[in-house]
């Protein structure tokens, strides 16, 4: 289904490039001057300092050129060696304001109007020059008074990254969730407004008995919860859709555990739900699977939330479990940085004591339990999805019921133990958001692809899988899990985001 | 400039050479400017032949079209290596930063400026890549200084 807000992902990070240069008037040596004399001419440094302007746009298009990153047009600062600015570049900036999130200072920026630029503004201000004697020298000095938004770089990958975080920042605060509920709660898992609140990400609430309704195949007029307003229920090209998304479902199953009308439950699920992203001017998803499974209309309807958050997630859209939206956080942090869908999960140790396994029914026995005794963690879910590898791939999967009693709710059904050897990431923020978890890992094992409910996930180690227990009790349950390894970036958006950084690894 | 890298390092025979260079160079571009209207074959025959002489390339030197290339054949003819050993040599600091061939660029053109009293912007020169971009842009600033 086609999506007309904001994907997270779409976010850009508006860089402003300055690039300074130093003109002298006149040709001169001395303490800070030597060379040829006609290399010291005014004419030459007005033709060094465009060849050097020449250079850098098209090195910016060469390094930084991406979904991630819009480039604006170059401000050229260039001062004389009366260290005057020679143009209003101050004003030409401020005349920007409110274009832009972050300055890129390059070439020649003398500190005097450095200075200016990072006084007048307070978005991150990166610094990255030749030597970088003069990137040290502005950074010590915004540091120390106070300006803690200006970074030094020294490769251009390190001003890729950063402004690739500053993507993410900007994303986060431009995250807006439809949280279906039954009433506002924090009945079960964490629910962290305050995190949301520091983030700047917003949710609203949308009633399970309104969304249920809406499932009725009518016009909308006369849902009971609206009867007195024409509600959001499907339109018949909507029901195509899901008739159509549910056969493509079956087309590429490599196994499939249930039937086409169960699954098709769970598609117009889903169908509604991007429907009412759209009315409500939502770009993310949660909802509430213990206060609204308790209503039992879910299991009147014959729907669970899962296959919605896997279509969402493979759409781009952070789609989480359980209200819980500290997991959405790290979906759509995840999201974003490795433009890959994520896998929230129970993110739990399997701990074997006694010869026996805690809480065993989870988890589907396996030799890397021998190989890993205590050792091991799980993070078992029911809703992975075919585009964990990119956005351009697509993994085998199979599709089975939540449900065992009556085989409703739609999930992807995914064997991690095709998937051995592989690296994963799982971050999670801790409630109040001041801190980062990051776990980095391989897959030594798979469980669940063939069981009902949410047991479906990969076995992984950890060097230190107690101490990792430990630490996580201070952040929670849930993480957002991709393919590969991504602590560099999580460190550094860390680091960005002043907040402290914690890994624990194989 | 490669005949002065560094103190012990003066290469009085070099300067020479290019002093010497850029005597002749400003006779074939004075005998230029003593024509009435050079036609650009005329022209771009002068100054191809002004810019071998500047950047003491040999009769049969082939002039590359690109003028970075141009650039690291002057400095390959300067110091006598070949064009892959440059990066090996101990070149001069230079305080604003510029690549020894970009150097060589512009002074080029600012020579170009000065002798045939024309002036090709330093935007203009930070555009010019080519050699024959060059010679048709100088032929255009020509021409218009001769018509005013």
Not at chain 1, 62 to 84: C, H, Q, R, W, Y
Not at chain 1, 360 to 389: G, I, Q, V
Request: net charge negative; charged share 30%; aromatic share 10%.
């Amino acid at each position: 289904m086609d999506v007309s807000f904001k994907r997270p992902i779409d976010e850009k990070c508006v860089v402003l490039p300055v690039f300074g240069a130093l003109i002298h008037d006149y040709a001169y040596e001395g303490p800070c001057r030597f060379g040829n004399k006609d290399e010291l001419t005014h004419e030459f440094d007005e033709m060094a300092a465009a060849a050097g302007l020449k250079a850098f746009n098209e090195k910016l298009v060469d390094k930084l050129s991406g979904p991630d990153i819009e480039l604006m047009d170059t401000v050229f600062a260039a001062n004389s060696d009366e260290f005057n600015l020679l143009q209003d570049t101050i004003g030409e900036i401020e005349a920007l304001k409110g274009r832009f999130d972050a300055i890129l200072l390059d070439g020649n920026p003398m500190p005097f109007w450095a200075r200016e630029v990072y006084q007048h503004f307070d978005c991150p201000i990166l610094i990255h020059t030749d030597t970088g004697a003069i990137t040290m020298s502005e950074v010590c000095d915004a540091h120390n008074r106070g300006y803690d938004n200006v970074y030094a770089t020294l490769y251009w990958d390190d001003v890729r990254d950063r402004l690739r975080c500053i993507k993410v920042m900007k994303a986060l605060a431009h995250t807006r969730t439809l949280k279906m509920i039954r009433h506002e709660s924090d009945l079960y898992l964490t629910d962290d407004f305050e995190v949301a609140a520091d983030f700047g990400v917003s949710a609203r609430s949308v009633n399970l008995h309104e969304v249920v309704d809406q499932l009725d195949r009518s016009d909308g007029f006369n849902n009971h919860t609206l009867p007195e307003r024409r509600a959001y229920n499907l339109s018949k090209d909507e029901e195509a859709e899901a008739e159509k998304i549910a056969d493509e479902l079956l087309d590429g199953a490599k196994d499939v555990f249930m039937d086409r009308d169960k699954l098709l439950k769970s598609v117009r699920f889903n169908v509604l739900t991007r429907k009412l992203m759209k009315h409500f001017g939502c770009n993310s998803f949660t909802a509430q699977c213990k206060e609204c499974c308790a209503t039992t209309r879910l299991n009147h309807e014959q729907v669970t939330f899962c296959l919605g958050h896997s279509l969402n997630n493979e759409a781009g859209i952070p789609s989480a479990c359980e209200g819980d939206m500290n997991a959405l956080h790290a979906m759509v942090v995840m999201m974003c940085l490795s433009r890959k869908a994520p896998y929230q999960s129970n993110t739990t140790p399997v701990v074997i004591e006694d010869g026996e396994i805690y809480g065993a029914m989870w988890f589907s026995p396996h030799e890397c339990m021998d190989e890993y005794p205590n050792k091991l963690y799980c993070t078992w879910h029911a809703t992975p999805n075919r585009k964990m590898h990119g956005f351009d791939l697509d993994d085998e999967y199979g599709v089975g019921p939540f449900a065992a009693n009556a085989g409703f709710g739609a999930t992807i059904r995914y064997d991690f133990n095709d998937h051995i050897g592989e690296e994963i990431t799982m971050m999670r923020f801790n409630p109040a958001g001041t801190r980062m978890l990051v776990y980095k890992s391989k897959i030594v094992g798979g469980t669940g692809y063939d069981r009902y409910g949410c047991p479906e996930g990969p076995y992984f180690p950890l060097k230190d899988r107690d101490g990792a227990f430990m630490e996580q009790n201070e952040f929670g349950d849930h993480t957002a899990l991709v393919y590969g390894d991504y602590r560099k970036d999580l460190k550094l958006l860390a680091e960005m985001m002043k907040i402290e950084y914690v890994e624990f690894t194989d | 400039m490669e005949y002065n890298m560094g103190p012990g390092r003066r290469d009085r025979a070099l300067e020479h050479r290019y002093e010497t260079a850029e005597k002749e160079a400003k006779k074939i571009a004075k005998s230029l400017n003593s024509e009435p209207h050079p036609t650009f074959d005329e022209f771009e025959t002068a100054i191809r032949s002004y810019i071998r002489i500047r950047m003491l390339l040999e009769p049969e030197d082939e002039l590359p079209d690109s003028l970075n290339v141009l650039g690291q054949m002057n400095l390959s003819r300067a110091l006598g290596v070949s064009i892959p050993e440059l990066s090996s040599i101990d070149m001069e600091a230079k305080c604003g930063g510029t690549s020894a061939v970009m150097t060589k660029k512009i002074l080029l053109i600012m020579a170009l400026n000065r002798d045939l009293d024309i002036y090709l912007t330093p935007e203009e020169a930070a555009e010019t890549t080519k050699l024959s971009m060059l010679v048709e842009r100088l032929y255009r600033l020509y021409e218009r200084s001769r018509n005013r």
